[in-house]
């Protein structure tokens, strides 16, 4: 049996691990982003299936995350008979499309940092001339550029991958895999940099630097962290036969 979604409209998903007891599903996923403002799709994953509903009245604890956007925790308690019963690899399918767009995302806010960034050193006027004239502020913005574009280089493989092998495909679990620990490694020197070549006036929250930097290090950790997906990585690498196979194989 399927689930109905409606025609048009945002849709969030709320996934967990969760029981089945009694007749009912139940779990909390927590980290969901925008569950009052777009229809919910609970997926919980239990010990012998995954069980995914459309949740008509959500309990929801609402919270935000640190670029302020709405992140709740979802109460999920609902009758089996309401929900599709699937395989547990649709799951990690829905993480690894979670976590690709969250890569593809971070690189829009990375590349809206880096150019506030070098606008403001251009800008900015110390000592009789500007910033971005200064040998060490040229050194870090080199440094943020190339963190920048080393994470661009694998979202980009990601990308290719999921266009031409689909998202269930050993390939592109891999190629989203090591973009996610790509890009979730270059949030920290990227949005160092930028707020230290800010200056005081990139930490307030009018200033729109706060909304990339914070977003980048709020998405991080979405659809798996960085340290999840590295040991993901890892795993892979071990499992293999020769681990250079993993590295250069399709």
Known sequence: AGIEVPDSGPLTVAVCTGARRGGRITG????????????????????????ATVLDAPDIADGVDLAGEPRGVVTIDVPESACA??????????????????????????????????????ERVQFGRALSRFQAVQ???????GEIERARATVDLAVAAATQYGFDSAATHYAVTVAKVTVGRAVEP????????????????????WLSTMRARSWVDEFGTTEQHARVLGRLALSAADPWDVLVGP
């Open 85 to 122: 019963r699937t395989e547990p690899e649709l799951a990690e399918e829905l993480l690894r499309r979670g976590a690709w767009a969250r890569c593809v995302e971070t690189i829009g806010a990375f590349d809206a940092a880096a150019e506030l960034t070098a606008a403001h050193t251009r």
């Open 190 to 209: 990227v949005t160092t940099i930028a707020h230290q070549l800010h200056g005081a006036i990139g930490v307030t929250v009018e200033h729109p630097l």
């Open 28 to 51: 909390t996923a927590r980290q969901v982003p925008w569950p009052r403002d777009a229809t919910i799709v609970a997926v919980v994953r239990t010990e012998d299936g995954l069980h």
């Open 139 to 145: 050194h870090a913005l080199a440094g943020m550029a």
